[in-house]
């Protein structure tokens, strides 16, 4: 059984064709199951996220696979074979899991190390099992993409430090503040960050938002996009002098906000977190000099963000380590898994000489006691038991692939295994018709 | 006895460093186990020690110390559990293992003094160590606090402020630890005069007891460390002192209880010299 990935992500394909080929708006369920109807499909999952569409198939035939996976891609868009090949991407076995503990990880986002891409990698997993297109080896490559994204995350600092205005301004407003419950946001000035910073913050529990604009109507639009409420531009004072953070982000020629004004309406010791997201600056520099006053403006919060984008750059590196190191396990184990079948012929083998030479003495053995006929069973069995513990050991943990096809092909012809082997196949597929 | 634990609290120590540096989440728990366990061997040494001295376990200044560590790693532990921050432990160990040697290094004689075995002496020993403990707490709490504050109020964002508590959490605590704090050493200093009058009027020609005024090195160090904890109450209040002028008193406060209870305690004072 072979691992095999086909997909179009934001490295390989336009915006307009990723839209046309996302499954996440539509119903992910149905569209996986539509995929495991097609023959190769031994097992199958759907990813589907803002920036790629990936189609994760455990097959017999990788070439098969490919033609299957382009064929569901075609149907279920409605789309020309030409309009999307020429940009998809395909992997086989352990490039698939190198590939897949990446995107877990957040290495292969837009934006590297961003939180959302592990849920939506568990979502496409839960689509998929529930609707029972999944097998044993995407299932274990999933849970194991799962770890590694967990890995990541708590290991390095990947997914750490806000990279935009918004999330900056909030994530130092945590740092102020601690949780955000109840405390109160005053916004002067209505524009696209403070919407947005207001909506995070909002998302944060905040407590109240007031709004004030010099033109009344934009306050009052504000406010009903984030639920907060506007205040008139007269009353902005005293909306200060209660207020924990203050936005602003009028387009004011000069600061609207000046030092004086904050020392005459701020009740020492409470702290106030100011963000000034205009330019020109809305809020008098010297306004950061007040002891429990936190002023940041717009470059500021730039900085910041790059400091973190600089920080998560230097994390990448070792993101990427821990990623190799589960693809080498993960490729270990589907080695060990590739094993199986040899060993339980082995097995087998094995233990068909025993019962054949316990046949052979039965006469001689009837003359003794139950017990000890027992005993005479008991020891041949761990005789085997014992002698084949450590090649089935060596052969679980063979290096690389070459090596494991030599092995097998001299322990085959070493126990004329191939009889065996086929015969346990046979068995294998019978009882897993019989359970279908 | 005291080495067990000791060991236990470095181990601890250790593993809250590598947990502040790398933030793994299952050192940060080994952590918090190691030192759990230390607190329990701990406990075990002092209960032996008070079963051996049938009253007192507080008496020597070594084991003082002892009952001093062991009150501040609970209330570390305490913190700890309650708001779900391990970075303060980097800064906690080290108090908590630096002054456990001491007793290891000096383990205290056992002491007969009979002054000594009175129930007010207890209450007065045991309030104010729990009060020192309180205010080492607070005091890593201010500088914590004093760390964060400067990276927030700088703008520059580096390796302290992803691995610091926020500057709220780190307010209100401090505050805690001194309001506690305050109130037992007030209990204990307050104790402290009543003993010292019943006892003298038992034990007049103790000198000891005839030391104890004013002028002795110790108890001004006592009348300092309530004055600063007071004002640093006084000034929360009324004059808006929160935040970093808070933390730096708190600083203040701990440093001076260190001195008072070190070097004050060994080699300087004449009044708390029980043999």
Redesign the interface.
């Known amino acids: 059984m072979h691992l095999f990935l086909l997909g179009v992500s934001h490295k390989t394909a336009p915006v307009d064709l990723r839209e046309r080929l996302d499954f996440s708006s539509g119903d992910l369920g149905a569209a996986v199951e539509m995929l495991a109807a097609k023959p190769a499909a031994a097992e199958s999952i759907v990813l589907s996220t803002c920036n790629r569409s990936e189609i994760y198939l455990a097959s017999d035939d990788a070439a098969r696979a490919r033609e299957d996976a382009i064929e569901f891609i075609s149907g279920f868009h409605q789309l020309p074979h030409d309009a999307f090949v020429p940009h998809i991407f395909t992997f086989e076995d352990s490039a698939v899991a190198q590939h897949l503990f990446r995107v877990a990880a957040g290495l292969d986002s837009l934006v590297v190390g961003e939180p959302q891409v592990l849920g939506q990698v568990k979502d496409a997993f839960q689509a998929a099992s529930q609707r029972h297109c999944t097998g044993p080896l995407l299932t274990k490559l999933f849970h194991w993409s799962f770890a590694v994204g967990k890995r990541v995350r708590t290991e390095t600092a990947l997914g750490e430090g806000a990279v935009s205005i918004s999330f900056a301004a909030v994530a130092l407003a945590r740092k102020i503040f601690g949780r955000l419950q109840g405390r109160r946001v005053l916004v002067i000035g209505s524009g696209e960050i403070s919407t947005l910073t207001a909506q995070h913050l909002r998302s944060h529990g905040v407590g109240d938002i007031a709004i004030t604009s010099r033109t009344a109507a934009n306050a009052q639009a504000l406010a009903d996009a984030v639920g907060g409420r506007a205040v008139p531009w007269t009353e902005r004072m005293t909306a200060l002098a209660s207020a924990d953070i203050v936005l602003t982000a009028t387009g004011a020629q000069r600061p609207i906000l000046t030092r004086d004004q904050v020392d005459r309406v701020r009740k020492r010791g409470n702290p106030l977190f100011i963000i000034d997201v205009a330019v020109p600056r809305d809020v008098e520099p010297s306004v950061g000099d007040i002891e429990q006053v936190f002023l940041y403006n717009v470059d500021d919060l730039q900085s910041v963000i790059e400091e973190n984008m600089s920080r998560r750059a230097a994390e990448i590196a070792r993101a990427e380590t821990i990623v190799a190191d589960e693809v080498a396990r993960f490729t270990a184990w589907q080695r060990s898994r590739a094993a199986v079948p040899t060993i339980v012929a082995l097995r087998q083998r094995f233990d068909a000489v025993r019962r054949s030479e316990l046949n052979r003495l039965d006469g001689k053995l009837t003359g003794l006691p139950p017990e000890a006929r027992a005993r005479v069973d008991e020891v041949t069995r761990l005789i085997v038991e014992k002698l084949l513990i450590e090649p089935t050991e060596q052969l679980k943990a063979l290096p690389d692939e070459e090596t494991q096809v030599a092995y097998t092909e001299a322990l085959n012809r070493l126990f004329r295994l191939r009889e065996e082997e086929s015969r346990v196949e046979d068995e294998e597929s019978a009882e897993r018709a019989r359970r279908e | 006895m005291n080495l067990l634990p000791l060991v236990l609290y470095a181990a601890a120590g250790v593993a809250y460093a590598i947990h502040f540096a ?4 299952t050192m940060g728990r080994a952590a918090t186990t190691l030192l759990l366990f230390g607190a329990l061997a701990h406990t075990f040494v002092i209960g032996m020690q008070t079963m051996e001295v049938r009253f007192n376990p507080v008496a020597s200044t070594s084991r003082a110390v002892s009952t001093f560590v062991w009150l501040l790693t609970l209330s570390y532990l305490y913190l700890e559990l309650t708001t779900d921050e391990r970075a303060m432990g980097v800064f906690i160990l080290p108090v908590i293992v630096a002054l456990q040697v001491i007793p290891v290094v000096f383990p205290g004689m056992t002491n007969s003094d009979p002054v000594l075995n009175s129930a007010w002496f207890w209450v007065h020993v045991s309030s104010l160590l729990f009060a020192y403990a309180s205010f080492a707490l607070a005091g890593a709490l201010g500088l914590t606090y004093m760390l ?1 504050f400067k990276e ?2 700088k ?1 520059h ?2 390796y302290l ?2 691995r610091l ?5 780190l307010d209100v605590m401090n505050w805690r630890a001194v309001t506690v704090g305050w109130l037992f050493l007030t209990v204990g200093v307050v104790v402290g005069v009543v003993w010292a009058a019943q006892a003298r009027a038992v034990s007049p020609n103790d000198p000891n007891l005839q030391a104890m005024s004013l002028d002795d090195p110790k108890i001004l160090g006592a009348i300092v460390t309530w004055a600063v904890y007071s004002f640093a109450m006084f000034a ?1 209040k009324t ?7 808070a933390a730096w008193l708190s600083a203040l406060g701990f440093a001076i209880i260190l001195f008072n209870f070190l070097p004050v305690n060994y080699f300087v004072t004449t009044s708390h010299t029980f043999q």
């Open positions: 790398r933030r793994q989440p964060q927030i109020k703008k964002l580096g402020y992803t508590p926020s500057l709220q959490i929360r004059l808006g002192w929160t935040g970093r002028r």
